[in-house]
């Protein structure tokens, strides 16, 4: 599936004349922040609002032998001990919605714990004191287990397996245990080049430390739904994830966000929320679960750890002819992000420049640290820190300006990329431009004409003969018989001009989660007539049948069977040359399915929701 950009797709809504910096702009929420009208979800009162907190590990990996809760569960105030069992459907992974990784995390572990905090049992109490007392009552016997933290010991044979579902503490991406990008070939322009430069880059994980801690409130709605407040980035991602994991319709979710109080990536995971629904399910009062700062540093998700090697071929003008990679992305224990993160920062090499020889290996490792997430261009922030910092390299390596190597190098409007895309809408020469003004940095004559729009030509536009390797397949790295991370000289050759493979969506892995015209109220007039068994041809006085909505299904995926063959379309008579308009058909009027049988004598209205919030 092809990607747009919005410049195309909004081409009459852009200004591209942007001149925003130093003016005073108001933010559209500032108002209710500063007089302190502004609801969070913790403002929600409900009335008998239970409180939740977990017994978590204290070890980084380690066997559960056996867990003893009977002096917790005879302590005043505890109302309910959540164990594993208790979880409809104890295993997820973040991305499995749209398809993408195994699921590999438990909601509460029950066998293994693989992460310092990670979470074991959950305890339901009247009071927050008392579910914290009973927790703390909790008797767990470890069997604790060898662990590794860092990426290339974890990858290195020999290192203890983190994570069952990647038994080689890598992410599987295809048939290789990381992400490859080829783009002709580097060992012949390294032999080449005037300069080698060589460095490595890495940066420590990175918490976000919201002031508003992760959350949410859920209660027990009328119709056999539930109400979720929550401080989520991602509501929908929040909402089809509980679903999954209590195994529940996501229509008796109801669930309400809006104001995030700081979140900056860490609140996408969607732990809270499943959890709290599960209180409200198992004990049919609201539950409400949130964690203290404690927690929210110890077991709320981080940017992971990220390291890079960079090597750059480079000649005595400054430009760079060869540019080969080596990153490792520390995704803690389970995946939820970390494998989008390592996509993404492979598809952002090799950075804004124009390279026509490109090598990249990125690893997405599984160590016994806490799970790592998004956090402000996850994939991104990092790789450009990497490449930014390796170009002042660079530039006092070949003794060039480090503004001028940047605008000799950038990309120009019709580049290939290493991706094989063309690059356009480029803008990093005229950025340098104006940064150099603003810093009083001299430029030369020749620099301050340069154009993102003129400096492309055939030999930046051609896609060329591309080096190919098969090192580091699934398995052969534990196993001794691929030593080396950094790209392989290539074994094969690509021809020259052999653009990418086309990307195929892939279908979601609930079918609760499937838009259908349907599910999302759409009455199809078609299929409300009263012969929807045969197909009437179309009257000559009546306007043709409305075309089917093509992404009503999903779409097949790559390797499953052919479908049956599809005869040849029959030709329809000819219309008539001036048809009078016909009035169109009309839905019959809408009656539910079943009758409201469960709660209330206001439906839509919870009995527990007491009106007032905190203020």
């Given at each position: 599936m092809s990607i747009e950009f919005r410049k195309d797709l909004f081409a009459n809504e852009r200004d591209d004349n942007l001149n925003e910096i130093g003016k005073p702009k108001l933010r559209q929420d500032i108002e209710g922040h500063v007089r302190g009208r502004t609801a969070f979800y913790d403002d929600h009162l409900f009335d008998g609002l239970l409180h939740m907190r977990c017994v978590r590990s204290p070890h980084h990996h380690a066997r559960i032998r056996a867990v003893d809760t009977a002096a917790a569960e005879r302590m005043n105030g505890v109302v309910r001990v959540v164990r594993p069992s208790d979880v409809p459907h104890n295993l997820n992974t973040l991305l499995s919605l749209i398809g993408f990784g195994k699921d590999d995390e438990q909601m509460l572990s029950d066998q293994v714990v693989r992460y310092r905090g990670e979470p074991v049992l959950a305890i339901i109490a009247t009071t927050e004191a008392a579910a914290r007392a009973a927790c703390a009552a909790v008797r767990v016997d470890w069997d604790v287990q060898p662990h590794v933290l860092d990426v290339e010991e974890a990858i290195a044979p020999g290192a203890p397996s983190v994570n069952p579902a990647y038994p080689n503490n890598t992410f599987e991406y295809g048939p290789y245990d990381h992400v490859k990008l080829r783009f002709g070939d580097v060992q012949p322009a390294f032999a080449q080049a005037d300069h080698i430069v060589e460095a490595e880059y890495e940066m420590s994980p990175i918490e976000q430390a919201p002031i508003e801690t992760c959350g949410a409130i859920a209660a027990p709605e009328t119709a056999d739904r539930f109400v979720c407040h929550t401080g989520t980035q991602a509501l929908f991602f929040s909402l089809g994830t509980t679903a999954k994991l209590l195994n529940m319709n996501s229509s008796r979710l109801h669930f309400i966000g809006g104001t995030v109080g700081g979140g900056f990536g860490g609140k996408v995971d969607s732990i809270t929320e499943p959890m709290a629904v599960l209180g409200a399910m198992l004990t049919g009062k609201p539950v409400k679960f949130q964690w203290d700062r404690e927690e929210e540093m110890q077991v709320g998700a981080p940017r992971g750890a990220e390291r890079w090697r960079i090597k750059d071929g480079v000649m005595a003008d400054g430009t760079i002819i060869a540019r080969q990679f080596t990153g490792f992305f520390d995704a803690g224990a389970y995946t939820r992000l970390s494998s989008y993160a390592g996509t993404k920062g492979t598809g952002h090499l090799p950075g804004p420049y124009s390279i026509p020889n490109v090598a990249a290996n990125t690893f997405c490792v599984y160590t016994n640290r806490t799970p790592a997430t998004a956090m402000r261009g996850f994939g991104i922030t990092g790789v450009d820190f990497a490449i930014e910092c390796h170009m002042d390299r660079v530039a006092e390596a070949a003794g060039i300006d480090p503004v001028s190597l940047r605008i000799k190098n950038a990309y120009s409007d019709g580049d290939m990329k290493a991706h094989r895309r063309v690059a356009k809408n480029c803008a990093l020469v005229e950025s340098c431009q104006v940064a150099a003004q603003k810093a009083g940095w001299g430029l030369s004559a020749e620099d301050g004409a340069a154009s993102s729009l003129t400096g492309s030509d055939a030999a930046r536009q051609a896609i060329p003969e591309t080096a190919l390797d098969e090192e580091g397949k699934i398995g052969e790295?534990?196993?001794?018989?691929?030593?080396?991370?950094?790209?392989?000289?290539?074994?094969?050759?690509?021809?020259?001009?052999?653009?990418?493979?086309?990307?195929?969506?892939?279908?979601?892995?609930?079918?609760?989660?499937?838009?259908?015209?349907?599910?999302?109220?759409?009455?199809?007039?078609?299929?409300?007539?009263?012969?929807?068994?045969?197909?009437?041809?179309?009257?000559?006085?009546?306007?043709?049948?409305?075309?089917?909505?093509?992404?009503?299904?999903?779409?097949?995926?790559?390797?499953?069977?052919?479908?049956?063959?599809?005869?040849?379309?029959?030709?329809?008579?000819?219309?008539?040359?001036?048809?009078?308009?016909?009035?169109?058909?009309?839905?019959?009027?809408?009656?539910?399915?079943?009758?409201?049988?469960?709660?209330?004598?206001?439906?839509?209205?919870?009995?527990?929701?007491?009106?007032?919030?905190?203020?």
């Open positions: 790295r534990p196993a001794g018989r691929t030593p080396a991370t950094a790209p392989a000289p290539g074994t094969k050759r690509l021809p020259a001009g052999t653009h990418g493979r086309s990307h195929v969506a892939v279908p979601v892995q609930r079918p609760d989660m499937q838009i259908s015209p349907e599910r999302i109220g759409h009455h199809d007039p078609a299929a409300t007539g009263a012969s929807p068994q045969a197909p009437v041809p179309p009257a000559p006085s009546r306007p043709a049948p409305p075309v089917p909505n093509a992404t009503a299904a999903p779409p097949p995926r790559a390797d499953a069977p052919s479908a049956a063959p599809v005869p040849p379309a029959v030709p329809s008579p000819p219309a008539a040359a001036t048809p009078p308009p016909a009035a169109e058909p009309q839905p019959p009027a809408y009656a539910p399915e079943k009758p409201f049988d469960r709660g209330l004598k206001r439906p839509g209205a919870s009995r527990f929701i007491s009106g007032s919030r905190r203020r």
